[in-house]
Every structure is written in structure tokens, then in C-alpha cells.
């Protein structure tokens, strides 16, 4: 049963438009949500987070909206930058402190 | 050095060999975590440290064997490993089960590891 779900394996979007990457979680005792950003031959960088009470967090170019009704996160990369071109995994964050993550989306920022 | 460091970067390893990942962090945390991450699939969760005390052991074949002599450093010891055992190996370091708030976990490079 996988808890944090990305159900885009991929994304292209043009240079200088908005990336948006998606996730659904099951488990509503995440408290956390976090977005990590991976580059080949790299670990996971840590992005974003945001606290369960909170339906906005902003930092620059990046921002993640959560919806807790429909149990849906989502990072907004506005503008997108070729540079951005990376995984992005989201991962949910319990009472454990422990990180589920999903299976990750593959953002491409095409020139 | 500075964030966390994992050796090797790569390592090719036959069934009946026996080696060893090392993970080392330099951010003064106190839990490190090891994950697996095979293609097209979520980062695994293996095992935890918490002040050096494993916390957590996500059903992992005993072909694995975690140590962590102290809170800086982690090991993964690896015997009689299985060809589906290849797999991108991350190492993580966090502040620990004991603060507050997100426990933002930050990664090393990972060790490609093929098993022939």
C-alpha cells in the first residue's frame, strides 16, 4: 500500500512557464509534507516543506500548496528554469518523524 | 567535507562476496537513515539510527547488516547479496526523533551497487 503517491512518472514544460508536480497521500497523519529535488548521480536535495496546519508555504520560485480534504499537495516552480530539470519526490512526514515518499515525477524544462 | 559523504560511489560485487558501504555526516546530527532505491520506485526505508540506537528495521533481509558506531558514521556490511539487490544505496542524516517539526532528512550521493 503505497501512502504518498506521484502519478505523473514525467513532466515537460517550456522554459519560463509554471511546473506544476503533483501528489496524493492516503495516510491523514502525515504532519509534514516535504519535496526533494534529484539530480542523476546525486542524492536528494531537500526543496520545500510544509506543516499539515498550513495550506501555503512559499520560497522564491517555489511554492506547495496543500489541500488536506483531498489529501493533495502539489509544487508550483514558477518560472521554470532548465536548471529544474531534476526528479522531484514529495514525502510525507508522520509522528515517527520518518520520511514516506513517492515514486517521483521526472520535471523536464525544455530551452 | 562538509554534508554527508558515501564511499564507494560505485561497487561491483559477485554473490559470495562480502563488503561494506560507509556513510559519513558532518552536520552534528543524531539519526542517520540507509534507503534503497531501485528503478522507477520509492526510496526504500531500511534502517534507522537514532543517537546511534537502531530504531528502525523496515524488514530488511539479514543479508544486510547495519552498524553505526557513533552518530557520525554509518555502515552497511553486505553478504551473499541477490542480483535484485542492485540498487542506488542513500545514506540520510537528520536532527533526530527528539526535536520538533519536520525532521528534514539530507542525503549523501548514494553507492551504485551491482550484483553479479
Known amino acids: 500500500d503505497q501512502q504518498v503517491k506521484q502519478n505523473s512518472p514525467s513532466l515537460s514544460v517550456q522554459e519560463g512557464r509554471i511546473s506544476i508536480l503533483n501528489c496524493d497521500y492516503t495516510?491523514?497523519?502525515?504532519?509534514?509534507f516535504l519535496w526533494y529535488k534529484k539530480y542523476p548521480a546525486e542524492g536528494p536535495t531537500f526543496l520545500i516543506s510544509i506543516s499539515s496546519i498550513k495550506d501555503k508555504n512559499e520560497d522564491g520560485r517555489f511554492t506547495v500548496f496543500l489541500n488536506k480534504s483531498a489529501k493533495h499537495l502539489s509544487l508550483h516552480i514558477v518560472p521554470s528554469q532548465p536548471g529544474d530539470s531534476a526528479v522531484y519526490f514529495c514525502a510525507g512526514s508522520g509522528s515517527a518523524r520518518q520520511l514516506t515518499f513517492g515514486s517521483g515525477t521526472q520535471l523536464t524544462v525544455l530551452p | 567535507e562538509t554534508g554527508v559523504t558515501q564511499t564507494p560511489r560505485h561497487l561491483v560485487m559477485g554473490m559470495t562476496n562480502k563488503k561494506s558501504l560507509k556513510c559519513e555526516q558532518h552536520?552534528?546530527?543524531?539519526?542517520m537513515y540507509w534507503y534503497k532505491q531501485s528503478a522507477k520506485k520509492p526510496l526504500e526505508l531500511m534502517f534507522v539510527y537514532n543517537f546511534k540506537e537502531q530504531t528502525e528495521n523496515n524488514s530488511v533481509p539479514s543479508r544486510f547488516s547495519p552498524e553505526c558506531p557513533n552518530s557520525s558514521h554509518l555502515f552497511l556490511h553486505l553478504h551473499t547479496l541477490q542480483p535484485e539487490d542492485s540498487a542506488l544505496y542513500l545514506c540520510a542524516s537528520s536532527q533526530g526523533a527528539r526535536g520538533r517539526g519536520a525532521d528534514t532528512q539530507y542525503f549523501g550521493p548514494g553507492t551504485r551497487l551491482t550484483v553479479l
Open positions: 552536520l552534528g546530527h543524531n539519526a
Open positions: 495516510n491523514s497523519m502525515f504532519d509534514y
